[in-house]
Protein backbone atom coordinates (compact mmCIF):
# COMPACT_ATOMS: atom_id res chain seq x y z
CA UNK A 1 0.00 0.00 0.00
CA UNK A 2 1.12 3.35 -0.88
CA UNK A 3 0.95 6.63 1.62
CA UNK A 4 0.54 9.56 -0.13
CA UNK A 5 -0.27 13.09 1.86
CA UNK A 6 -0.89 15.34 -1.27
CA UNK A 7 -3.80 16.07 -3.67
CA UNK A 8 -1.09 16.43 -6.60
CA UNK A 9 0.71 12.66 -5.57
CA UNK A 10 -3.35 10.83 -5.01
CA UNK A 11 -3.90 11.62 -8.18
CA UNK A 12 -0.67 10.85 -9.73
CA UNK A 13 -1.00 7.55 -8.13
CA UNK A 14 -4.54 6.23 -8.72
CA UNK A 15 -4.76 3.87 -11.46
CA UNK A 16 -7.66 5.35 -13.26
CA UNK A 17 -7.83 2.36 -15.93
CA UNK A 18 -9.12 0.49 -12.84
CA UNK A 19 -12.90 0.54 -11.02
CA UNK A 20 -11.61 2.95 -8.28
CA UNK A 21 -13.20 2.36 -4.83
CA UNK A 22 -13.11 4.66 -2.15
CA UNK A 23 -13.53 4.46 1.29
CA UNK A 24 -13.33 7.66 3.69
CA UNK A 25 -12.76 8.12 6.84
CA UNK A 26 -11.59 9.95 10.34
CA UNK A 27 -9.19 7.24 11.40
CA UNK A 28 -8.97 5.04 14.59
CA UNK A 29 -10.17 2.17 12.73
CA UNK A 30 -12.22 -1.12 13.56
CA UNK A 31 -13.49 -3.90 12.21
CA UNK A 32 -16.31 -2.15 10.48
CA UNK A 33 -14.76 -0.14 8.56
CA UNK A 34 -12.52 -2.82 7.50
CA UNK A 35 -16.14 -4.24 6.25
CA UNK A 36 -16.04 -1.22 3.73
CA UNK A 37 -12.62 -2.09 2.38
CA UNK A 38 -13.51 -5.74 2.07
CA UNK A 39 -16.90 -4.80 0.04
CA UNK A 40 -14.60 -2.06 -1.57
CA UNK A 41 -12.45 -5.06 -2.51
CA UNK A 42 -15.35 -6.78 -3.91
CA UNK A 43 -17.18 -3.98 -5.90
CA UNK A 44 -13.96 -2.66 -7.33
CA UNK A 45 -10.33 -3.24 -9.19
CA UNK A 46 -8.32 -0.02 -7.03
CA UNK A 47 -9.15 0.50 -3.36
CA UNK A 48 -8.19 4.38 -2.18
CA UNK A 49 -9.37 4.90 1.47
CA UNK A 50 -8.73 8.44 3.34
CA UNK A 51 -7.71 9.00 6.84
CA UNK A 52 -8.38 12.68 7.48
CA UNK A 53 -9.97 14.45 10.85
CA UNK A 54 -12.47 16.92 9.46
CA UNK A 55 -12.44 20.28 11.71
CA UNK A 56 -15.06 21.44 9.45
CA UNK A 57 -17.74 19.05 11.31
CA UNK A 58 -16.88 19.21 15.11
CA UNK A 59 -18.21 22.02 17.09
CA UNK A 60 -16.25 24.45 18.80
CA UNK A 61 -17.53 22.41 22.44
CA UNK A 62 -17.35 19.44 20.51
CA UNK A 63 -14.29 16.57 20.56
CA UNK A 64 -12.13 17.22 17.29
CA UNK A 65 -8.49 17.53 19.50
CA UNK A 66 -9.58 14.76 21.14
CA UNK A 67 -10.60 12.40 18.73
CA UNK A 68 -8.44 9.41 18.52
CA UNK A 69 -5.82 9.46 16.10
CA UNK A 70 -4.20 6.34 15.79
CA UNK A 71 -2.42 6.65 12.13
CA UNK A 72 0.35 3.75 12.47
CA UNK A 73 -2.33 1.16 13.39
CA UNK A 74 -4.68 2.39 10.96
CA UNK A 75 -2.18 2.22 7.69
CA UNK A 76 -1.03 -1.83 8.79
CA UNK A 77 -4.85 -2.75 9.00
CA UNK A 78 -5.80 -1.21 5.67
CA UNK A 79 -2.97 -2.47 4.26
CA UNK A 80 -3.42 -5.98 5.68
CA UNK A 81 -6.91 -5.63 4.38
CA UNK A 82 -5.80 -5.02 0.71
CA UNK A 83 -6.38 -1.50 0.12
CA UNK A 84 -3.80 -0.27 -2.10
CA UNK A 85 -3.52 3.58 -1.58
CA UNK A 86 -4.34 5.72 1.78
CA UNK A 87 -4.98 9.26 1.16
CA UNK A 88 -3.57 11.17 4.40
CA UNK A 89 -3.66 14.72 4.11
CA UNK A 90 -2.97 17.41 6.87
CA UNK A 91 -5.65 20.35 7.15
CA UNK A 92 -3.13 22.83 4.83
CA UNK A 93 -2.83 19.97 1.83
CA UNK A 94 -6.84 19.59 1.99
CA UNK A 95 -7.80 23.04 2.81
CA UNK A 96 -4.33 25.24 1.94
CA UNK A 97 -6.76 28.83 1.96
CA UNK A 98 -9.54 28.92 4.05
CA UNK A 99 -12.98 26.64 2.91
CA UNK A 100 -14.96 29.62 1.87
CA UNK A 101 -17.07 27.57 -0.41
CA UNK A 102 -19.79 24.85 1.42
CA UNK A 103 -21.91 22.76 0.66
CA UNK A 104 -25.21 23.39 2.60
CA UNK A 105 -27.71 19.91 2.52
CA UNK A 106 -31.33 21.15 2.39
CA UNK A 107 -32.98 21.86 6.24
CA UNK A 108 -35.76 19.14 5.76
CA UNK A 109 -33.08 16.40 6.09
CA UNK A 110 -29.94 18.11 7.53
CA UNK A 111 -31.42 20.31 10.42
CA UNK A 112 -33.08 17.13 12.21
CA UNK A 113 -32.15 14.14 14.58
CA UNK A 114 -28.56 14.73 14.25
CA UNK A 115 -28.51 18.31 12.91
CA UNK A 116 -30.66 19.38 15.69
CA UNK A 117 -28.50 18.37 18.31
CA UNK A 118 -24.84 19.43 16.16
CA UNK A 119 -26.18 22.35 14.65
CA UNK A 120 -23.41 22.59 11.25
CA UNK A 121 -22.65 18.61 11.63
CA UNK A 122 -24.07 18.20 7.84
CA UNK A 123 -22.52 20.83 6.29
CA UNK A 124 -19.14 19.73 7.41
CA UNK A 125 -19.66 16.55 6.26
CA UNK A 126 -20.73 17.00 2.94
CA UNK A 127 -18.25 20.00 1.94
CA UNK A 128 -15.76 17.57 3.03
CA UNK A 129 -17.04 14.41 1.32
CA UNK A 130 -17.66 16.18 -1.95
CA UNK A 131 -13.63 17.97 -2.00
CA UNK A 132 -12.51 14.29 -1.36
CA UNK A 133 -15.18 13.33 -4.45
CA UNK A 134 -13.50 15.51 -6.38
CA UNK A 135 -9.86 14.80 -5.14
CA UNK A 136 -10.11 10.94 -5.53
CA UNK A 137 -13.06 10.54 -8.25
CA UNK A 138 -13.95 7.20 -7.27
CA UNK A 139 -16.41 5.30 -9.46
CA UNK A 140 -17.79 4.07 -6.15
CA UNK A 141 -17.75 5.28 -2.63
CA UNK A 142 -18.42 2.89 0.83
CA UNK A 143 -20.51 3.99 3.42
CA UNK A 144 -21.16 2.70 6.90
CA UNK A 145 -24.91 2.26 7.55
CA UNK A 146 -24.52 3.26 11.47
CA UNK A 147 -24.71 6.78 10.26
CA UNK A 148 -28.35 5.83 8.62
CA UNK A 149 -28.64 9.90 8.70
CA UNK A 150 -25.11 10.89 6.98
CA UNK A 151 -25.44 7.57 4.49
CA UNK A 152 -29.04 9.01 3.19
CA UNK A 153 -28.03 12.74 2.80
CA UNK A 154 -24.43 12.28 1.03
CA UNK A 155 -26.42 9.71 -1.60
CA UNK A 156 -28.99 12.48 -2.08
CA UNK A 157 -26.07 15.03 -2.45
CA UNK A 158 -24.73 12.60 -5.16
CA UNK A 159 -27.99 12.45 -6.85
CA UNK A 160 -28.80 15.77 -6.93
CA UNK A 161 -25.92 16.95 -8.19
CA UNK A 162 -25.43 14.47 -10.61
CA UNK A 163 -21.88 13.27 -9.43
CA UNK A 164 -21.03 10.00 -11.53
CA UNK A 165 -20.05 7.98 -8.74
CA UNK A 166 -22.30 4.57 -7.34
CA UNK A 167 -23.11 4.83 -3.37
CA UNK A 168 -22.59 1.71 -1.71
CA UNK A 169 -24.09 1.17 1.90
CA UNK A 170 -22.32 -1.44 4.27
CA UNK A 171 -24.03 -3.23 6.97
CA UNK A 172 -23.31 -1.51 10.90
CA UNK A 173 -20.59 -4.21 12.64
CA UNK A 174 -21.44 -5.12 16.04
CA UNK A 175 -19.81 -6.18 19.20
CA UNK A 176 -20.69 -9.94 20.54
CA UNK A 177 -23.57 -8.14 22.17
CA UNK A 178 -25.00 -6.29 19.85
CA UNK A 179 -23.04 -2.51 20.49
CA UNK A 180 -22.33 -0.77 17.17
CA UNK A 181 -18.70 -0.55 16.62
CA UNK A 182 -18.00 2.68 17.01
CA UNK A 183 -14.40 4.56 17.20
CA UNK A 184 -16.27 6.51 20.03
CA UNK A 185 -16.84 3.33 21.98
CA UNK A 186 -12.79 4.47 23.22
CA UNK A 187 -13.79 6.73 25.27
CA UNK A 188 -16.09 4.47 27.42
CA UNK A 189 -14.89 2.75 30.94
CA UNK A 190 -15.38 -0.52 31.45
CA UNK A 191 -18.88 0.16 33.40
CA UNK A 192 -19.85 2.07 30.45
CA UNK A 193 -18.98 -0.20 28.19
CA UNK A 194 -20.61 -2.90 30.07
CA UNK A 195 -23.70 -0.77 29.71
CA UNK A 196 -23.81 0.88 26.03
CA UNK A 197 -25.26 -1.86 24.52
CA UNK A 198 -28.67 -0.73 25.91
CA UNK A 199 -29.05 1.74 23.52
CA UNK A 200 -29.28 -0.95 21.10
CA UNK A 201 -31.54 -3.27 23.16
CA UNK A 202 -33.80 0.04 23.38
CA UNK A 203 -34.05 0.29 19.70
CA UNK A 204 -35.10 -3.10 19.02
CA UNK A 205 -37.99 -2.72 21.84
CA UNK A 206 -39.14 0.19 20.15
CA UNK A 207 -39.31 -1.69 17.04
CA UNK A 208 -40.90 -4.74 18.56
CA UNK A 209 -43.77 -2.25 20.52
CA UNK A 210 -44.34 -0.61 17.08
CA UNK A 211 -44.72 -3.96 14.97
CA UNK A 212 -47.11 -4.81 18.06
CA UNK A 213 -48.79 -1.43 17.11
CA UNK A 214 -48.28 0.68 20.05
CA UNK A 215 -48.21 4.42 19.19
CA UNK A 216 -44.64 6.02 17.82
CA UNK A 217 -45.17 8.71 20.96
CA UNK A 218 -45.89 6.14 23.31
CA UNK A 219 -42.61 4.27 22.37
CA UNK A 220 -40.35 7.44 22.38
CA UNK A 221 -41.37 8.53 25.61
CA UNK A 222 -41.35 5.41 26.83
CA UNK A 223 -37.45 4.49 25.46
CA UNK A 224 -36.61 8.28 26.86
CA UNK A 225 -37.46 7.47 30.16
CA UNK A 226 -36.32 4.00 30.06
CA UNK A 227 -33.15 4.80 29.26
CA UNK A 228 -32.56 8.21 31.35
CA UNK A 229 -33.33 5.63 34.26
CA UNK A 230 -30.65 4.12 33.67
CA UNK A 231 -28.09 7.58 33.65
CA UNK A 232 -28.23 8.06 30.28
CA UNK A 233 -28.94 11.26 28.72
CA UNK A 234 -30.78 10.93 25.33
CA UNK A 235 -30.92 13.25 22.71
CA UNK A 236 -33.52 12.11 20.70
CA UNK A 237 -34.98 8.11 20.04
CA UNK A 238 -37.63 7.81 17.25
CA UNK A 239 -38.77 5.76 14.69
CA UNK A 240 -39.11 6.99 11.17
CA UNK A 241 -39.74 6.54 7.74
CA UNK A 242 -36.49 5.03 6.15
CA UNK A 243 -36.94 6.77 2.88
CA UNK A 244 -36.96 10.36 4.11
CA UNK A 245 -36.98 10.23 7.60
CA UNK A 246 -40.51 11.47 8.40
CA UNK A 247 -42.40 11.33 11.47
CA UNK A 248 -45.09 8.06 11.49
CA UNK A 249 -48.39 9.66 11.08
CA UNK A 250 -50.41 6.87 11.11
CA UNK A 251 -51.39 3.19 9.99
CA UNK A 252 -52.50 4.88 6.45
CA UNK A 253 -48.80 4.64 5.75
CA UNK A 254 -48.11 0.88 6.55
CA UNK A 255 -48.32 -1.63 3.59
CA UNK A 256 -48.10 -5.38 2.96
CA UNK A 257 -46.26 -4.84 -0.87
CA UNK A 258 -42.39 -5.27 -0.79
CA UNK A 259 -40.25 -2.42 -1.79
CA UNK A 260 -37.32 -3.32 -4.89
CA UNK A 261 -35.56 -0.58 -6.28
CA UNK A 262 -36.55 -0.89 -9.79
CA UNK A 263 -40.24 0.08 -8.61
CA UNK A 264 -39.47 3.38 -8.15
CA UNK A 265 -37.56 6.33 -9.87
CA UNK A 266 -36.94 8.69 -6.64
CA UNK A 267 -36.87 7.89 -2.88
CA UNK A 268 -39.84 10.56 -2.51
CA UNK A 269 -41.63 7.87 -5.20
CA UNK A 270 -40.48 5.21 -2.70
CA UNK A 271 -42.24 6.73 0.39
CA UNK A 272 -45.54 6.89 -1.47
CA UNK A 273 -45.69 4.06 -3.02
CA UNK A 274 -43.77 1.86 -1.27
CA UNK A 275 -43.87 3.51 2.48
CA UNK A 276 -43.00 0.26 4.83
CA UNK A 277 -39.74 0.82 5.88
CA UNK A 278 -39.03 1.78 8.97
CA UNK A 279 -35.55 2.82 11.43
CA UNK A 280 -35.15 3.24 15.06
CA UNK A 281 -32.83 5.86 15.25
CA UNK A 282 -31.32 7.23 18.98
CA UNK A 283 -28.80 9.32 20.16
CA UNK A 284 -27.47 9.68 23.57
CA UNK A 285 -24.94 10.29 26.35
CA UNK A 286 -23.49 7.94 28.86
CA UNK A 287 -20.78 9.31 31.05
CA UNK A 288 -19.38 12.08 28.80
CA UNK A 289 -19.48 9.59 25.43
CA UNK A 290 -22.30 10.52 23.08
CA UNK A 291 -23.14 7.14 20.84
CA UNK A 292 -25.63 6.96 18.12
CA UNK A 293 -27.35 3.63 16.83
CA UNK A 294 -30.17 2.62 14.31
CA UNK A 295 -32.26 -0.05 13.73
CA UNK A 296 -33.25 -0.68 10.35
CA UNK A 297 -36.69 -3.01 9.93
CA UNK A 298 -39.81 -3.49 7.77
CA UNK A 299 -43.52 -4.48 8.37
CA UNK A 300 -43.45 -6.54 5.07
CA UNK A 301 -44.94 -10.09 6.06
Known sequence: MKTVRTIAELR???????????????????????????????????????????????APNEDFDSYPRTFLEDAKKLEA??????????????????????????????????????????????????????????????????????????????????????????????????LAMSSRNGYLSDAERAEAVQLFLTLCQMRESFKAGQSVAEIEVEAMHQLQARGWKPDYLTIRNAWDLSPYVGSSQITTEVFTPDKAASSQEALSAYPNQWVALGAARIGTTRLIDNLEFSLNP
Open 81 to 178: AGCELLFAPGETDLYPVPQGFEVFPPDGLASILEGEFRPGFFKGVCTVVLKLFNCVKPDIAFFGRKDFQQAMIIENMIQQLALPIKMVKVPTRRELDG
Open 12 to 58: NSIDYGKKVGFVPTMGNLHAGHLDLITEAKRQSSFVVASVFVNRLQF
